[in-house]
């Protein structure tokens, strides 16, 4: 059974901060998907990374996969109050069509 | 383009019903996942059906089924209900079998009494 453990589970920082969320597992995966999820809505997402090592950027947000292909990082650059939300770990496995596994999610407050 | 449709969005049932849950998915999309979110175990993959046919399957007992139509929707059965399927149910389409992003509905808010 794959798991990913992710990290912190709740942040609460001030406005123009910086954070990192990290997701790990033992296990190796396919691919990692990063998800933000907001109150009474699905999952959205966010950036799949593919190659061990690969960086991405999406405006002030960083994801970053290990080399290993078991681990990611989301940084976040001077946060802003609509970053507020639940933010997914998701891995893929080889072979296993889109059967992902979350990470438990990390829930994400920034004050004004 | 219209996204993922969940019917219905809340859901009330008594231990011992059985629920069925709806899923459309966006237009050309041929793989539906299903999920469950609870605030404890968080999200659960329960099975993906990809041209009519169940490819993977969750760690979920048997009162929990799907099936997929030839217009790729989706629909999920929960037999004999238990205090502890109360759940949001989500719906994920994708264009192909892997590889695909996934884009997910609102979720179906199941509360079982």
């Known amino acids: 059974t794959q798991l990913l453990e992710q990290s912190p589970q709740f942040l609460s920082i001030q406005e123009g901060e910086n954070l990192t969320v990290y997701c790990n597992s033992s296990s190796v995966f396919s691919s990692l998907q990063w998800y933000r999820q907001e109150p009474g809505e699905g999952p959205v997402l966010l950036v799949t990374v593919v190659t061990g090592g690969e960086v991405k950027k999406l405006k002030r947000l960083t994801f970053q996969f290990g080399d290993a292909r078991k681990d990611s990082s989301l940084h976040i650059t001077a946060a802003q109050p609509g970053d507020t939300g639940l933010y997914l770990c998701a891995g893929a496995a080889l072979s296993a069509g889109n059967m992902l596994t979350f990470g438990g999610g990390t829930r994400l407050m920034v004050k004004p | 383009k219209a996204g993922v449709t969940q019917t219905p969005r809340y859901l009330i049932k008594t231990r011992g019903q059985q629920v069925t849950l709806s899923c459309s998915p966006i237009s050309g999309h041929r793989s539906v996942s299903w999920y469950q979110q609870t605030p404890g175990q968080g999200l659960q993959f329960l099975f993906e059906y990809f041209s009519e046919t169940q490819r993977n399957k969750g760690n979920f007992p048997g009162r929990f089924s799907g099936r997929q139509f030839s217009n790729s929707r989706s629909e999920m059965n929960v037999s004999t209900l238990e205090l502890g399927d109360s759940a949001l149910y989500l719906c994920?389409?994708?264009?192909?079998?892997?590889?695909?992003?996934?884009?997910f509905g609102n979720g179906t808010r199941l509360t079982v009494t």
């Open positions: 994920a389409s994708s264009l192909r079998y892997g590889n695909s992003p996934l884009h």
